[in-house]
């Protein structure tokens, strides 16, 4: 099983300011056959279901306003938010779907000082 | 527009089963796949299994394997999973998102085991 390691698990941000969160797997999350690394990025508003925000690594889903940004490889990637909104509140996951059994990160609850 | 609708919250005594249904709407169902994740009370996310709905292949997480069945029924585009042998720490929201990047999810449902 590959183990997903957020890094932090709170994250105190003032509106306006970057924010920014780690994960990181036990195993490689490029799929040599395609190209693609399987690591995604979801955030759960308090009473919601998770949404998706960042696909592949480091593509923005659908919707997603673009101070949301994905990136890193292998088994190294950051989610960055380029200016904290009182909207993003809330808990960050990372998904590997590279291999089965998918695996989620701890999470990282966001919240606004 | 794209949307996965789940069944209602249910309250079950150990030792039960229940089943909770994932009904897709306005995309291709029958080409797609079905991940079911789960989260106890005031804890993270955890992935259960995902089926196949094109060919009712299925794989499940090791903590559930044998008493967890996910199905499908292309007539209706619903999916289903089933939780037997229910235990108090199976007391969680479930929710069904579809496959691929996981981006669309069912609202959840609340399943409650309690004696």
């Known amino acids: 099983e590959i183990v997903m390691t957020q890094t932090p698990l709170s994250l105190p941000v003032t509106p306006g300011e970057p924010a920014s969160i780690s994960c990181r797997s036990s195993?490689?999350?490029?799929?040599?056959?395609?190209?693609?690394?399987?690591l995604d990025w979801y955030l759960q508003k308090p009473g919601q279901s998770p949404q998706l925000l960042i696909h592949?690594?480091?593509y923005r889903a659908s919707g997603v306003p673009d101070r949301f940004s994905g990136s890193g490889s292998g088994a190294d990637f950051t989610l960055k938010i380029s200016r904290v909104e009182a909207e993003d509140v809330g808990v960050y996951y990372c998904l590997q779907r590279i291999d089965f059994p998918y695996t989620f990160g701890q999470g990282t609850k966001l919240e606004i000082k | 527009q794209v949307q996965l609708v789940q069944s209602g919250a249910e309250v079950k005594k150990p030792g039960a089963s229940v089943k909770v249904s994932c009904k897709a709407s306005g995309y291709n169902f029958a080409n797609s796949g079905i991940n079911w994740v789960r989260q106890a009370p005031g804890q993270g996310l955890k992935w259960m299994g995902w089926i196949s709905v094109f060919t009712g292949n299925t794989r499940y997480a090791q903590k559930v394997q044998g008493r967890v069945t996910m199905t499908t029924d292309t007539s209706t585009s619903t999916a289903y999973m089933e939780v037997r042998s229910l235990r108090f720490d199976d007391t969680a929201v479930y929710y069904c998102?579809?496959?691929?990047?996981?981006?669309?999810w069912g609202q959840g449902t609340t399943v409650t085991v309690s004696s």
């Open positions: 998102a579809r496959d691929g990047a996981l981006d669309v």
């Open positions: 592949t690594a480091s």
């Open positions: 195993q490689s999350l490029l799929e040599s056959h395609d190209g693609n690394t399987y």
